[in-house]
């Protein structure tokens, strides 16, 4: 066998016996007469001439060609069926000097992984695609595939391809050229000598293309499966020629390797090593504890209102004033199309204890932006509960009489030092003071971390201090 | 100490990163965007790799093969992107490759709704697609678990070579809470297995083919085996107040913390209450569950679902003491007065002589 192998120059990229797996076989899997055969040994010495057999990492697809890891010396994985272009990616986003091969049959490719193709291709996906026409699924036993010609009877067209149920055979090389970042696109054929010959040249450039980082490249090589045609090896050639070539023409349909600069390569961001990703995490917002004396408290809040007027970040900031605080806090939004109708609210815990439930299901502290939001909740108040009205929107008045209620023209204050948006700093204001919950200067000390635009951060420093003097001026009669 | 108030989706790109996380693979789906969205943003200003993939079957092969070449990869998705990955992560599971996917669980059957529900309980645990296979699945409740669990699955993942799973709900993802950013960044080491494209690994096949029935067999056989190893090594719970406890809650996730706050409700009325919280599902807390059967102690079940983990726990206790169970489908969940009505009613019932009475 040795000898045999080195009299007809077997490629080096090939393995001299096919033993994986436990499988002791040395001839191919392959039918006599199949053109998988004649491809892969084109690509195998393609392999050996360009220098690459360490760097490829061959993509087995699931087809006939599912055992190509038999054949091939180079790096294996095999892939789900359709999916060798989406595996590819993650390959080569990992390993970037890889030659990665995608090897797929027409059920493979154009079938079920006509979405995996098409948009690795889309991507420029820096990969090398050889795409096998054969007009049939071969491994699963002869039933059509996108590319079964009109009138051809398969397993599943006893009566021959139908036009008006079955469509049209799907020509790969076309749907590719309708793609911009593709650089190199060929249909080949091996049914004539001249035609192998044409395709060596074709898989040797699909390579380069890849070796030299320019882009991707898809060749479509049309191929005989004399078994699940029924035909003689002989006959399927002359039927290749007949027939297929008529469907899919032959040729090369775009080659802008040498015009190409390679694939446009995004903004890089360069790697971060641990400090700089530790600072990237952490970084402006790391918020210091302040472990001392906890207060001993518990607060169930709800703040609603409409979206927009700033609700969350409301909540996000009495959250994080008690982060400061050493409480543990919880701040749990609603969400999703909910907030699409308009109205937010969101739910937030502070405690001395570990939070249990983060719902807010009957709060303890309303602060209700608009007239909805004092509609959806009064009801749902503990008794003795805690509400902020903002008067400036709110007409009515509070009804249940359980409840200890305070009115604040928070959208007024906040208009008239320029910020409207920030009346959600006079609602947190407000509660802070009237229930005593936390310092002032807490809330001082918290705004920076919770702005996002820090030029506001002044005028949102004046809007707590005539919030204060509001409150000042107008406290709150208890029930 | 590195505190910042984040979402739990927020924390779990935090975790990944720190957790040595090279390479994000998503496709969009509420209520997981989030977390796609701030891996776009940390996982490329950090020169790691994030892309955003045409589908979530691309997804899954995308961390197939990045995996493959010795990446340490993830993605998140919800109920109906999850189903997609099935026959994925079923490859993941016979090539044996690690990676890491997020599952924020929403309300099904299919496209249901976005609001939490844990009924991908199954789907996830059991495996999610064909053959004999499960993939470890860790159950955070809280923001700081969300990155906990995220940075460490990373290590799990690669000494089991296993796809973690972090079944987590909408809640648990869109809550802020305090993280503490923790601990040292961690980095995969190379694999003696991937495929890096290069002299080293040229002989290296990843594949998930067993082409004679006695080495598919061993193959199957190596995967329990790996199994029984994890459920002894990392199978992890949180017991509260289950000492002396006369009922013991079982959930996991939101409805976990929503039970933390029955147990402080039923013991301010006098009645001793517990909580057993799975911090992994699979493994399960098997033998944690076995102990409080011992001790004849009723369990209740709460779970946002049609009974999918109740069923686990019916099979821990092998019907040794009653497992009420409280479930809620559809989205919502139930709040602390309500469970509190059902389970004072129910072990009322059980006192006055129910089966097991
Ligand atoms: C998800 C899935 N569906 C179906 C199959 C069964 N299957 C195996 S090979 C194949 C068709 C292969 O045909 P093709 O890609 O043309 O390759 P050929 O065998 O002709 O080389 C099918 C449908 C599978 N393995 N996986
Ligand atoms: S069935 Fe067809 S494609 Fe498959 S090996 Fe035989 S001849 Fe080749």
Redo the contacts with the bound molecule.
């Keep these: 066998m040795a000898e045999l192998i080195q009299r007809f120059g077997k490629a080096q990229s090939f393995y001299d016996g096919y033993t994986r797996k436990g499988i002791e076989i040395e001839t191919t899997?392959?039918?006599p007469?199949?053109?998988?055969g004649t491809i892969q040994k084109l690509i195998g010495e393609a392999i050996d001439d360009l220098g690459i057999q360490d760097r490829t990492i061959f993509l087995s697809p699931v087809g006939?060609a599912v055992f190509a890891y038999y054949y091939y010396d180079t790096g294996n994985i095999q892939c789900s069926h359709g999916r060798a272009p989406a595996v590819g990616t993650g390959v080569k986003r990992t390993v970037k000097d890889a030659v990665v091969i995608s090897y797929q049959g027409d059920g493979d490719l154009a079938g079920i992984g006509m979405t995996e193709i098409i948009h690795a291709a889309n991507r420029g996906e820096p990969i090398t695609v050889f795409f096998i026409n054969?007009a049939?699924y071969?491994?699963t036993g002869g039933q059509m595939a996108p590319t079964t010609p009109l009138g051809q009877i398969t397993q599943t067209t006893p009566f021959g391809r139908d036009v008006a149920r079955d469509g049209r055979p799907i020509g790969m090389v076309e749907l590719m050229n309708a793609l911009v970042p593709p650089v190199y696109i060929e249909r080949c054929s091996v049914a004539t000598s001249q035609g192998i010959i044409k395709t060596r040249k074709a898989i040797r450039k699909a390579l380069q293309a890849q070796i030299d980082g320019i882009g991707f490249s898809f060749v479509e090589i049309l191929?005989?499966?004399?078994?699940?045609w029924g035909m003689s090896p002989v006959k399927a050639r002359s039927w290749m020629e007949k027939e297929m070539t008529h469907h899919f023409p032959l040729g090369l349909v775009r080659d802008t390797i040498s015009s190409s600069t390679g694939k446009a390569t995004s903004i890089p961001y360069p790697y971060l090593d641990d400090a700089q990703l530790v600072e990237l995490l952490t970084g402006s917002a790391a918020v210091p504890l302040l472990k001392d004396d906890i207060p001993q408290v518990t607060h169930k809040v709800k703040i609603a209102g409409f979206g927009g007027q700033g609700v969350l970040s409301a909540g996000e900031l009495l959250a994080t004033c008690g982060m400061t605080e050493a409480l543990h806090v919880s701040w749990l939004p609603s969400y999703g199309p909910e907030m699409r109708g308009g109205s937010a609210n969101v739910s937030v815990i502070l405690s001395d204890q570990e939070i249990g439930s983060p719902l807010v299901d009957h709060p303890e502290v309303l602060l209700a932006f608009n007239g909805p939001s004092l509609d959806l909740f009064e009801p749902k108040m503990v008794s003795g509960a805690t509400i902020v009205v903002n008067s400036s929107i709110i007409q009515r008045q509070v009804e249940r009489t359980d409840v200890n209620v305070y009115y604040i023209p928070a959208t007024d204050i906040a208009k008239n030092e320029g910020l409207l948006s920030a009346a959600n700093v006079v609602m947190v204001t407000a509660y802070l003071l009237i229930s005593n919950a936390l310092p002032l200067e807490t809330l001082v000390r918290c705004i920076p971390l919770v702005l996002r635009k820090k030029s506001f951060l002044d005028t949102n420093i004046a809007i707590v201090n005539k919030t204060e003097a509001y409150v000042k001026a107008h406290p709150m009669e208890k029930q | 100490m590195n505190c910042r108030l984040m979402k739990g989706n927020e924390a779990a790109v935090y975790g990944a990163l720190m957790g040595g996380c090279t390479h994000f693979f998503g496709y969009p789906i509420t209520p997981a965007s989030e977390i796609a969205q701030a891996a776009a943003y940390y996982f490329t200003a950090s020169g790691r790799t994030f892309l955003q993939a045409e589908s979530e079957i691309s997804v899954i092969n995308m961390l197939y093969g990045a995996a493959s070449a010795g990446a340490r990869v993830m993605t998140a998705s919800s109920g109906p992107g999850i189903a997609l990955m099935g026959e994925g992560l079923s490859y993941l599971a016979g090539a044996r490759l690690p990676a890491v996917v997020i599952d924020m669980q929403r309300a099904g059957p299919g496209l249901g709704n976005i609001w939490p529900e844990q009924s991908d309980y199954n789907m996830v645990v059991k495996g999610g697609g064909h053959g004999n296979y499960a993939n470890i699945t860790l159950t955070p409740a809280s923001a700081q678990e969300m990155f906990d669990f995220t940075k460490k699955a990373f290590q799990i993942a690669d000494t089991y070579r296993m796809t973690v799973c972090i079944l987590s709900d909408a809640y648990i993802g869109q809550m802020m809470e305090p993280v503490e950013i923790s601990g040292p960044v961690l980095h995969g080491q190379r694999k003696e297995w991937a495929v890096y494209g290069d002299k080293a690994s040229r002989k290296n096949l990843i594949s998930s083919i067993y082409m004679s029935a006695p080495l598919l067999r061993k193959h199957n056989e190596d995967l329990q085996q790996t199994y029984l190893q994890v459920a002894q090594d990392i199978t992890d719970y949180e017991e509260i107040s289950v000492a002396d406890a006369e009922f013991v809650f079982v959930a996991y996730g939101i409805v976990a913390r929503i039970c933390h706050s029955v147990v402080q409700a039923l013991r301010q009325q006098g009645i001793k209450a517990g909580l057993l919280r799975p911090k992994t599902v699979f493994p399960f807390p098997t033998a944690a569950l076995g102990a409080i059967a011992d001790r004849n102690i009723p369990l209740g079940v709460v779970e946002l679902s049609n009974g999918q983990m109740a069923n686990d726990v019916d099979l821990a206790v092998k019907g040794r003491v009653p497992v009420f169970r409280y479930l809620t489908m559809g989205g919502e969940t139930p709040t602390v007065r309500e469970l509190l009505t059902a389970v004072k009613c129910d072990l009322a019932e059980s006192k006055k002589g129910g089966p097991h009475g």
């Excluded at chain 1, 007469?33 to 998988?36: A, M, Q």
């Design positions: 899997h392959y039918c007469g199949c053109g998988h006939c054969n049939i071969g491994m191929s005989p499966c004399p078994t699940n």
